[in-house]
């Protein structure tokens, strides 16, 4: 079911999942580029005490992968990923057996930074967030069953294209590279995501903060 909501109400949420569970809480934010995942996620974590995020971009294979493996063209579809090393270090989070650091995405060099990303043991949620958390093939089926919730998010078309043809060009892209890279590469993954959004927990349409 699609819903407008309040940063608020999804604190709440969580609050509610970590009572009834009694153990660490795993959220999962989905959705497709541009979607406001990570906005969501930080203020989740930054206000939810205990909190710690896991992005899922920072396990995107190094530009000399990509190259390597004749793929840098498509640099964000499913199998431009570490899934594996994703999905491990995950299980890791989700057991709290111990301080876990993982790996962080930097756009400004378009490349993946190992173990900047510190999630402690003391940590009571992790809310981790990306494109492919509920993503069915290219070894990505093991996430769903990892997290306890998966919202998917999903604003107006015209809102997040926007969003992204901004993004691209403030990392140095012209506005025309930008959008020729949103209409080739970045809306054939986001209908490939779509296809995850009615197996998700909660779709979110937009949300106040």
């Known amino acids: 079911m699609s819903a407008s909501t309040t940063l608020e109400a999804l604190i ?8 009834s569970l009694g153990r660490r809480v795993v959220i999962g934010i989905v959705g497709p ?5 990570s ?3 930080e203020r989740l ?49 989700r057991r709290g057996d111990g301080e876990v650091f993982a790996p962080r995405f ?25 494109n492919y958390l509920m993503h069915e093939g290219d070894g990505w089926n093991p996430v769903a069953e990892l997290l306890d919730e998966s919202w998917y998010l999903d604003p107006p078309t015209p809102l997040r294209v926007e969003r992204l043809t901004r993004r691209h060009i403030a990392f140095g892209r012209t506005p025309t590279a930008a959008g020729r890279w949103v ?3 970045d809306e054939q993954n986001a209908t490939l995501i779509e296809r995850a959004r009615e197996r998700c927990s909660l779709v979110i349409e937009t949300w106040d903060d």
């Open 12 to 19: 709440e949420r969580v609050t509610a999942l970590q009572g």
């Open 33 to 37: 580029p541009g979607a406001g995942k």
């Open 39 to 41: 906005t969501l996620a």
């Open 45 to 93: 974590t930054a206000r939810i005490r205990g909190a710690a995020l896991l992005p899922m971009d920072g396990f995107h294979l190094a530009q000399e992968q990509l190259v390597a493996l004749g793929r840098a063209t498509r640099k964000g579809a499913p199998d431009t990923f570490d899934s594996a090393g994703y999905i491990e270090l995950l299980r890791r989070a």
């Open 106 to 130: 930097d756009r400004s060099i378009e490349e993946p930074i190992a173990a900047a990303v510190r999630i402690p043991a003391s940590a009571t949620v992790v809310v981790t967030e990306g």
């Open 183 to 185: 209409a080739e590469v």
